[in-house]
């Protein structure tokens, strides 16, 4: 920061700044990190001036305009050498493009986009910008939106049926909720729900790198001839470290050819035949589905306007459970602490006289 500062003050000092951040290593030790790129994007505005920074969300524009955030640097260099701080000529970096001979006109034309946005950036923006919305959404729609989805993706992971249970458990959900005027609880419920029920197993992993789109994105990402490795840790042949953690390996990409037969099996999960189903984790990913639905169902028989907070936070539970394996072993563990720290509130919170109750009495 210093230096930017004493740049600007020498007045020689001017920054692109993509508007888009990523995530860092600490999202992986932290679950309830947040991302810190408005306060970054704020103490550098406060360093250099607001009028030496051209931000730009070319992470957005990439993947908008080109199909992929792979595009975001070379469009940033295009931004910042139509601002004029870039000290080279246009030959020098089209060549430069050109003898990196890698996706050469993709990146020839984000580099122009880049150019446009420093130059017009508003009719870029236009391009890539959600279109108005008229009417605003009810809570209702909002329920009925998250379900929709929810199931499509449930039929394919699972079946119907799956499907099907999920949307009864959210809509009885909603019909004892309605009575409070209320939904926060049943859109609470139909996201984390669905999150315990697509849990990624074996089957799922096969269907998801399977799937047609995924491929297709995946070779107009690449040219040439490439090949895909895929690193994975399959809890029955895989080695552990000293911490009994499950060690991943590179598979070479006959792996695919599994993975295509694997989806097919998917009809075995949860059964007797279902062998992937016997490790601990599948048992515990399973076991969390009951456990939230019996949650639910004590939360919804005594639900009112003063419990309903509680039992929002209740309902919310799942996002603490992150990650795979040991990692989510370990998420899992903390989230119990605090869902039995919850149900025990919510118990108090029913037990509590009410003030009508207090002044009867009182007399």
């Known amino acids: 920061m210093s230096r930017m500062r004493a740049g600007a003050n020498a007045g020689n000092c001017a920054l692109r700044y993509a508007a888009a951040s990523a995530p860092t290593a600490s999202f992986v030790h932290n679950g309830a990190w947040q991302n810190p790129g408005g306060a970054c994007q704020a103490e550098i505005v406060k360093s250099v001036g607001a009028g030496n ?61 880049g150019r446009r946005a420093a130059h017009d950036l508003q009719s870029v923006e ?51 909720e309605s009575a409070l ?54 809890p029955m042949i895989s080695k552990k470290n000293e911490k009994g953690e499950l060690q991943k390996r590179q598979f070479g990409p006959w792996m695919l050819t599994g993975f295509k037969l694997l989806t097919k099996l998917k009809g075995l999960r949860g059964t007797a035949f279902d062998v992937f189903g016997k490790t601990e984790e599948r048992k515990m990913e399973r076991a969390l589905i009951g456990e939230y639905t019996a949650s639910i169902d004590t939360l919804l028989k005594t639900l009112n306007a003063d419990n309903h907070a509680t039992a929002v936070d209740v309902a919310r539970i799942p996002e603490l459970i992150k990650g795979y394996g040991h990692v989510k072993e370990r998420n899992v563990r903390t989230a119990r602490l605090q869902w039995a720290g919850l149900m025990k509130d919510f118990a108090g919170i029913n037990q509590q006289p009410s003030v009508e109750t207090n002044h009867r009495a009182a007399a």
């Open 126 to 176: 236009r391009l890539f910008a959600p279109a108005q919305v008229i009417a605003m959404p009810t809570a209702r729609d909002n329920v009925d939106a998250l379900v929709t989805k929810r199931v499509e993706f449930l039929t394919a992971y699972q079946n119907a049926d799956y499907a099907k249970t999920y949307e009864a458990f959210v809509r009885k959900t909603e019909a004892a």
């Open 181 to 234: 005027d209320k939904t926060l609880l049943t859109q609470n419920v139909a996201r984390y729900l669905f999150k315990l029920m697509a849990y990624k197993d074996e089957y799922e992993v096969a269907r998801l790198h399977t799937d047609t789109t995924f491929l297709n994105k995946v070779n107009a990402m690449f040219e040439g001839d490439f090949k895909l490795n895929y690193n994975l840790a399959p």
């Open 53 to 113: 920074l051209g931000v730009f969300n070319a992470d957005l524009a990439a993947t908008k305009l080109m199909g992929d955030s792979i595009y975001t640097n070379p469009m940033l260099l295009g931004y910042a050498w139509q601002k004029g701080w870039i000290p080279l000529s246009l030959e020098s970096l089209t060549r430069a493009i050109e003898l990196n001979a890698v996706a050469i006109d993709n990146n020839k034309t984000a580099f122009a986009w």
